[in-house]
């Protein structure tokens, strides 16, 4: 888990996810933008609730679920060996075999589990429960399962039912981040979520800013090439930034890095340096994205802030191509945050923001 004495003010977990989420940015969030939360679990119950609660008004999801039931007329297609074997029990039934459209579908079952597992956690405020157990009134004949055994990458998100990609990321986030098993197989939150979904909020959070403030950047994810001089790069890692910016035909890409401890000490040299790992990556993909050495393309490694006493704001410069090193601090004012991301592109691109 995060280490303990790493902290972002609860409120900027919502500004985060606002960006990551541009549905958060819609009236019916305002209510949430406006409260203050004292911890994280009660801030997601907050937006599951409200989201749940627009859902409804749409129409909750439903799609269509594989039945097998005996009834006195057909329906659907025909089990000839379960009819045998009704008859043989002196059942004048039919087994059929049917499609049926049903609210009882695994985007409903999560936000149900979600609700639950949130409902019984005391960090999450009465108002929030209130609110929980109102949507959730609604979801009676909609089963609950296991977190464990959800296989998020199966999910299949399309036209009819794009609405819950952000609700069923709030709830990826409560039962993969916040959620603990207990030695007696119960479920539990934890105080905080881990790393592993900090940083991928921390990235999809930036990318954003910059894609919703800074249009004129052309802001997206991007593979670079390796810039091979002979054979193949059929075994070769593929190279996927976190974030390019590119203006004029030059080039910034930023790795967001989110730890809890952000230098590795050396104990040979009795000193800390960053990771060596992080430091080899930014420049793979800047070497290799100007592979004729023109110097127009640059790269920043921009670390999460932590409660480590240390303050990174370097720039080097290697063959030609300019490297940065920055800090951005998640437990100050949000003006502020955006602030430190306007200067990163203010410094390299040498526009103002807006």
């Known amino acids: 888990m995060v280490d303990s004495k790493k902290h972002i003010l609860i409120k900027n977990i919502y500004y985060m996810l606002s960006y990551a989420f541009q549905v958060l940015k819609q009236t019916n969030f305002e209510e949430v933008a406006s409260e203050e939360?004292?911890?994280?679990?009660?801030?997601?119950?907050?937006?599951?609730?409200?989201?749940?609660?627009?859902?409804?008004?749409?129409?909750?999801?439903?799609?269509y679920v594989q039945n097998y039931e005996n009834l006195p007329m057909l329906r659907g297609k025909l089990d000839?060996?379960?009819?045998?074997?009704?008859?043989?029990?002196?059942?004048?039934?039919?087994?059929?075999?049917?499609?049926?459209?049903?609210?009882?579908?695994?985007?409903?079952?999560?936000?149900?589990?979600?609700?639950?597992?949130?409902?019984?956690?005391?960090?999450?405020?009465?108002?929030?429960?209130?609110?929980?157990?109102?949507?959730?009134?609604f979801f009676k004949g909609i089963d609950e399962c296991d977190p464990c055994t959800i296989h998020w990458n199966q999910l299949c998100f399309h036209r009819n039912n794009q609405n819950y990609m952000m609700l069923l990321n709030i709830c990826y986030f409560v039962l993969n981040g916040?959620?603990?098993t207990t030695e007696h197989g119960k479920y539990k939150l934890a105080s905080f979520l881990d790393e592993r979904h900090m940083s991928t909020l921390y990235e999809k959070f930036v990318l954003e800013y910059y894609r919703y403030h800074r249009p004129d950047l052309s802001a997206n994810p991007s593979e670079v090439k390796w810039a091979l001089e002979a054979g193949n790069a059929d075994l070769l890692p593929k190279m996927r930034t976190d974030i390019t910016l590119e203006k004029n035909g030059n080039f910034l890409i930023i790795d967001t890095k989110y730890y809890s401890h952000i230098l590795q000490s050396q104990e040979?040299?009795?000193?800390?340096?960053?990771?060596?790992?992080?430091?080899?990556?930014?420049?793979?993909?800047?070497?290799?994205?100007?592979?004729?050495?023109?110097?127009?393309?640059?790269?920043?490694?921009?670390?999460?802030?932590?409660?480590?006493?240390?303050?990174?704001d370097k720039k080097f410069q290697i063959k030609g191509n300019k490297y940065f090193v920055k800090m951005l601090d998640l437990n100050t004012d949000f003006e502020?945050?955006?602030?430190?991301?306007n200067v990163i592109v203010e410094e390299y691109f040498g526009v103002r923001s807006d």
């Open 80 to 137: 000839l060996t379960g009819t045998m074997r009704n008859k043989q029990q002196n059942k004048r039934l039919l087994a059929c075999d049917f499609d049926d459209l049903s609210e009882n579908n695994i985007f409903n079952i999560i936000l149900k589990t979600t609700a639950t597992v949130l409902l019984s956690d005391m960090f999450v405020s009465s108002q929030q429960r209130t609110a929980l157990k109102n949507v959730t009134s």
């Open 178 to 180: 916040l959620l603990l």
């Open 268 to 312: 040979r040299f009795d000193s800390s340096s960053l990771h060596s790992s992080n430091m080899y990556q930014i420049m793979a993909y800047v070497q290799n994205k100007d592979a004729d050495n023109t110097g127009s393309v640059a790269g920043v490694l921009l670390y999460a802030k932590t409660d480590e006493r240390i303050a990174l």
């Open 37 to 63: 939360f004292e911890n994280i679990q009660d801030l997601l119950a907050a937006i599951l609730a409200k989201g749940v609660a627009q859902q409804l008004k749409q129409g909750l999801y439903r799609e």
């Open 336 to 341: 502020k945050i955006k602030e430190q991301l």
